[in-house]
């Protein structure tokens, strides 16, 4: 059974730009997460979505914002690029509400 | 390889011997917890986790024990293996309404 999926593997932007973050959950899985992984922070949670909604919600400015499509497939778009936003940016999924599975995670670096 | 955090503690161990990572959690109301594996450059795999109604589960050379009354976490590693080498994190929740919170990670360093 395949895991869960990001793209793309690395992504380049400069500062004032904007990046689509892509995730496809495990197979029957209906929940994504979102989390941030800077140097020196562990990782922060950013989003949750379940059944195509926003569930929950991290302590992240609204130029982090996402979606979940009805084949339960995500995107995380982050806006108005600054440097401090370069970091690891993983995406989990689960059937349940709590065993959450990771993919390997899209580096984002802002310039 | 992937840095996850410049000021980890760090665990190291003699290939063979027996690791016990630790970690306190931060909500007395959390009743799951789970403990994760991240080696450089993947995401974080999940390793074994446990529900407040226990305080003690096993998997395969792995164990969690769980202490409520003082927040405490710990995972327990027989017969460490270079391939052990990684970050491990706890993270913490309150089933089915809350995302997970993760502790800051324990770097295990296996000396061969």
């Known amino acids: 059974e395949a895991g869960v999926t990001q793209s793309p593997t690395h992504l380049i932007k400069t500062r004032g730009q904007q990046a689509t973050l892509r995730c496809s959950p495990i197979s029957g899985h209906t929940s994504v997460y979102w989390y941030q992984q800077a140097l020196g922070l562990g990782l922060q949670f950013l989003l949750w979505?379940?059944?195509?909604?926003?569930?929950n919600r991290g302590n992240f400015p609204p130029r982090f914002s996402g979606r979940q499509f009805p084949n339960y497939s995500s995107e995380l778009n982050v806006n108005a690029l600054e440097l401090e936003d370069s970091a690891l940016y993983l995406c989990?999924?689960?059937?349940?509400?709590?065993?959450?599975?990771f993919g390997p995670g899209t580096r984002l670096t802002v310039l | 390889g992937e840095s996850v955090g410049l000021h980890l503690p760090t665990l190291s161990v003699q290939e063979g011997d027996n690791s016990i990572i630790n970690c306190a959690y931060s909500n007395s109301a959390s009743d799951y917890f789970i403990w994760y594996k991240q080696e450089s450059g993947k995401g974080p795999q999940f390793i074994i986790d446990?529900?407040?109604?226990?305080d003690k589960r096993q998997g395969q050379r792995v164990t969690v024990l769980l202490n409520k009354t003082v927040k405490h976490l710990s995972l327990q590693i027989a017969a460490t293996q270079p391939g052990d080498s990684a970050v491990y994190f706890c993270?913490?929740?309150?089933?089915?309404?809350?995302?997970?919170?993760f502790g800051k990670g324990t770097r295990l360093s296996v000396i061969a």
């Open positions: 446990i529900r407040s109604n226990m």
């Open positions: 989990a999924s689960s059937q349940r509400a709590d065993t959450q599975y």
């Open positions: 979505y379940d059944e195509g909604e926003e569930r």
């Open positions: 993270a913490e929740t309150l089933s089915g309404n809350t995302p997970l919170v």
